[in-house]
């Protein structure tokens, strides 16, 4: 091979990673404006304008006002989602959500975006709600394999169904965090190790864990 042949992967990164760097600008701008004033209320122009570029600059990377709707849940769901399926194999259900709740304190604005897209979305025609029923069902799919596996280590006392568990995980997620992001000052860990235990059984975490 060529010393010009092998040059040309190096040469050809430069665009991508620009246009890789604008995406990701155009989503961290979404997620502001649809944060504060929902997806309804937030529209192209004022992201392109956040961003000082032109409407055309945002609509050659994401073609519709739903697919970067997508791309930002993508990105606000994403974060973390190794460590959890780790943590849980490791340590346990229980001890999987307290670590991403800690996690997710030191991103207010992307629960909250995950929040208001969540209660804007329960209407059949909102562009997100097919995005989080699916969300919600694998989530939910998910953390029963992970409660029904710690039912059988003994980690957890509650023998109740585990999808029912993994129904009552969720809603205790979304409630509690919905309180926090109202009230910052609430002490949402210590409202979720509490919630944990109350449900899964006192067993459910490490000792160290709620530390």
Known sequence: MSDKTASRPAARRGPYAKSARRQAEIVASATSVFSSRGYRGGSLREIAKQLDISLTAVVHHFPSKSALLVAVLESADSAHADSFQLDSQNEGVAYAVLQYVRRNVDRPEMLRLLALMAAESSAPDHPAHEWFRQRYELTIGMLAIAVRR???????????????????????????????????????????????????????????ADA
Request: no cysteine.
């Open 150 to 208: 710690d039912q059988l280590e003994g980690r957890i006392t509650n023998d109740r169904d585990p999808h029912g568990i993994a129904e009552s995980l969720v809603a205790l997620w979304d409630g509690l965090q919905l309180q926090w992001l109202i009230d910052p000052h609430r002490n949402l860990v210590a409202a979720m190790t509490a919630a944990l235990k109350d449900l899964l059984g006192p067993n459910a975490l490490p000792d160290a």
